[in-house]
């Protein structure tokens, strides 16, 4: 009996000590995956610490991004007007197709180059509408005064001039030597009669003479003023096309001081074009294109004679 409880006391020993065995194992491996736990949790931290020291960087390449992407909408919206624009002009163009298409099958006569030249003017508008316009400025002035051809005609009317003062002066040293002579001669006397006679006939062409060599003066500066003025439109005209202008404003500078105050007054209601600076002044090239047309007008002359 005392054999058969001694075995029961060790078999429950062994038993406890397999428990308290396992126990101890169990604690460790928990403390082990709670270690694990740890340093996996730390790690994450870690992650997270640097996610955070790194976020105002990417607030800023987020701002960035943002700014292209509003620089690339604008860019599509403007693509977008032109291509609207161009779909215009293609409908346009289309419809005069269309048109063109229904006179063919319909035998009706029409001038095709005159058609094609309209389509070519309309697509070219059309572009340029879109762009700003091209200003031109000329010195009607300047090229009045200091264009060759202009200096050529005052020399020639200056010595015009001087043939008729000449003239002039030879018939006053006539009605100086009339009256002289009618000094001598004796009142009431028929030689004085015949003298004063041609002494009053004498000033009366002086005064015709003189009356009229004014008239024919300003009447030729008049009409070479207007055939000039029109000379410097028409060259004005040439270059604004060569150079693809669209409009073309007068620009001459005042002189101060006015010699009158009509004459001040006459310059603040003509002078309209106060400043110039985006606009292409074309006034030399017009005054060599009128330099140039003289010669040829001179060499034509020569070979005439």
Known sequence: MSTQKSVWLCALAVLLSMLIFQGCEKRAA??????????????QVKKVAEQVREFPELSK?????????????????VQAKQLSRQGQTGSRLDKMEAEVETLKSGGVNYDTSAMQKTIEEQVRLNVRKAEPARLGVVSIQRAFLECKRNAKYMERAEAEQRSLEAELNKLR?????AEAGLRTLKAGSPDRLSQVKELLDKRAEYETQ???FKFQIELKDQQWSEQ?????????????KEKGLDLV?????PSFPAGSAEELRLTIRTHKLLYGGVCQDITEEVMARLDVEEKDKE?????AQ
Not at 32 to 42: H, I, M, R, S
Not at 249 to 253: Q, Y
Request: proline share 0%; hydrophobic share 40%.
């Open 210 to 212: 003189q009356k009229f």
């Open 299 to 303: 060499k034509g002359a020569g070979a």
């Open 228 to 240: 000039l003025y029109r000379d410097i439109l028409r060259r004005t005209g040439e270059v604004a």
């Open 173 to 177: 040293k006539e009605i100086e030597a």
């Open 61 to 77: 390449r987020l701002a960035e991004l943002d700014e292209k992407l509003a620089e690339l909408d604008n860019k599509v919206s």
């Open 30 to 43: 928990d403390k082990q995956a709670g270690t694990e736990q740890v340093k996996a949790l730390a790690e």
């Open 249 to 253: 404003l007068e620009m001459s500078e």
